[in-house]
């Protein structure tokens, strides 16, 4: 198994563009959660899914977007960049919710 | 709502001395808590969970004991590595409404030197 993979790695964007950050689980888990790591803040929750086609907001929702088609793709999608986006983020998963498993990250600079 | 304070760092620690990492949590109910860790340029790792009171997690020689009385979950362990160099978060997870959301103390970064 991969487990959690995410793509790209690292990204620079100008603000104003858009992207979209791929997340994809092969261990059949029907949660999927997004976080963003910042210094100082620890991790702070973004978007979650319960399953495909169902999504719900976190703590700091605001400039993202998901959508879950299918159990095993989870993407975020930023669709006009700023500054303050710039992080680390996580993708997750788990089975019932509690022992949750993390992708290595996608670190972000937007300027 | 829920929040999680852990004490703050950098930690910095000789070789097999003894580790402690103070974390209090505020939750309503019984939250589950948890211990990760996260290496330099790697993502979470689930380090160690105790989903009820006077639970104890246990992984790698790391312990942490959930204590319902005092709001905490201390992560100890009693001879550190310099392999043990790592960023330690805290998190709990109270799930309601068919959420899982983990929330996160600020994370403690651990230096281990020779």
Redesign the interface.
């Given at each position: 198994n991969a487990g959690v993979t995410q793509t790209p790695k690292f990204q620079v964007l100008k603000t104003g563009q858009s992207m979209t950050l791929q997340c994809a689980q092969d261990m059949n888990h029907e949660y999927m959660s997004w976080y963003r790591q910042d210094p100082g803040m620890g991790l702070r929750l973004i978007h979650y899914s319960v399953g495909a086609g169902i999504t719900d907001q976190g703590e700091v929702p605001n400039g993202y977007n998901v959508s879950r088609s299918t159990t095993e793709d989870f993407p975020l999608r930023l669709l006009s960049a700023a500054p303050s986006q710039t992080s680390v983020y996580f993708c997750a998963s788990s089975f019932q919710g509690y022992e949750q498993y993390f992708g290595p990250g996608t670190r972000l600079t937007v300027t | 709502g829920n929040s999680?304070t852990q004490m703050e760092g950098p930690v910095t620690l000789s070789e097999e001395a003894f580790l402690t990492i103070n974390c209090t949590y505020t939750a309503t109910g019984y939250p589950?808590l948890f211990w990760?860790v996260q290496y330099p340029g790697?993502?979470?790792?689930?380090l160690l969970?105790a989903?009820k009171a006077d639970d104890k997690g246990s992984n790698k020689g790391f312990e942490a004991t959930y204590r319902k009385e005092t709001t905490s979950f201390h992560l100890e362990k009693g001879s550190v590595q310099v392999s043990d160099s790592a960023v330690y978060?805290c998190a709990l997870?109270h799930?309601g409404a068919?959420?899982?959301?983990?929330t996160?103390?600020?994370?403690t970064k651990l230096s281990v030197i020779p």
């Open positions: - | 999680v589950s990760y790697e993502g979470l790792q689930l969970k989903t978060f997870i799930s068919g959420s899982y959301q983990l996160f103390g600020k994370g």
